[in-house]
């Protein structure tokens, strides 16, 4: 109505963006047995500066806190342990933000759907996300709870800091210490022949490093790591179905079962591509561990197999 008065003439209506949250600058954000779910379509921006980062951890980590007391629980350090809490859980086409964040004692079990298990203190599953000038320390794997592998939607996690699936991700000029778990877990198909450069801040290009042009998929450049279980990117094992690229020359890659060349359709195959500066490293573990190259040459003569 207006004034009293029906009024029928056309209103032209919006669709509303899915669901944003901001989590600003210098604010400190404690869980306890807890995980933060991004939705499909939702956005979670944590940008900071180095001065005053953004915090995410344990509800007993004294080292952090406002209004005068840090024991936030009052229960001092004495119960403080990597896993106090889940971790930032990114699903479908929801786009994710951390930057001058600090990631600390995740990576443990919290309560779903009548149940618990594990979550990766940051999984991203098919999501868009951007993680830099971020420290990640005393973290476990994502492991553990009674809930069934396919967490009720949530898709499976393997142990890891960081876990990806589906996503050229951009890792970029994080510090990554004393972690309970692999630094990065991805699966092959994430490093596949997509140019992925590092776009900076939500709000645009701020902050974009430029040196890291010319990466495809994944993007990993500039991490630091120490003292974690594996200080490498581990890489899945599973079948390659795209052109998939190993040129991640900044960090070692760490294959531990079979990656499944198939064969060349439309794309395919896997190239490993070193620099003129810098040599790509491939690490092994395992008796399954390697390269699985197949394909069938049929009739043609001059097919392309795997």
């Known amino acids: 109505t207006r004034g009293g008065i029906l009024d029928e003439s056309p209103v032209s209506l919006t669709a509303r963006l899915d669901a944003s949250l901001v989590v600003g600058e210098g604010v400190v954000v404690k869980l306890d047995g807890s995980y933060i779910d991004v939705g499909m379509g939702a956005q979670l921006y944590a940008e900071a500066s180095g001065i005053n980062p953004t915090v995410f951890t344990s509800i007993r980590d004294t080292r952090y806190g406002r209004g005068g007391s840090f024991d936030t629980a009052m229960q001092g350090t004495a119960q403080l342990s990597a896993g106090d809490w889940g971790g930032i859980h990114t699903r479908a086409t929801a786009r994710l933000s951390l930057d001058h964040v600090v990631v600390a004692h995740g990576g443990g079990v919290a309560r779903v759907e009548g149940n618990f298990t594990g979550f990766n203190p940051v999984e991203i599953h098919q999501g868009t996300a951007r993680i830099a000038n971020s420290r990640f320390e005393h973290n476990l794997g994502g492991q553990g709870g009674q809930a ?53 801040r939500s709000t645009g290009e701020h902050q974009r490093n430029a040196d890291y042009d010319g990466n495809q998929g994944l993007l990993v450049r500039g991490n630091r790591l120490d003292r974690n279980d594996l ?41 490993l591509e070193s620099k003129v500066t810098e040599s790509l490293v491939v690490k092994f573990d395992g008796p399954e561990a390697g390269f699985v190259v197949t394909g069938m040459p049929l009739d043609i003569v001059d097919r392309t197999g795997g």
């Open 148 to 200: 069934p592998d396919t967490r009720y939607g949530r898709l499976f996690n393997e142990e890891a800091v960081i876990f990806v699936r589906g996503t050229e991700a951009v890792i970029v000029d994080n510090l990554l210490l004393e972690n309970q778990a692999p630094v990065i877990s991805v699966d092959i198909n994430s490093m596949n022949s997509v140019y992925q450069d590092d776009g900076g």
């Open 231 to 271: 200080n490498g990117i581990k890489i899945r094992e599973g079948v390659i179905s795209t052109q998939a690229v190993m040129d991640e020359t900044d960090m070692t890659l760490v294959v531990d079962g079979p990656i499944y060349v198939s064969d060349i359709h439309t794309s395919g195959g896997l190239r």
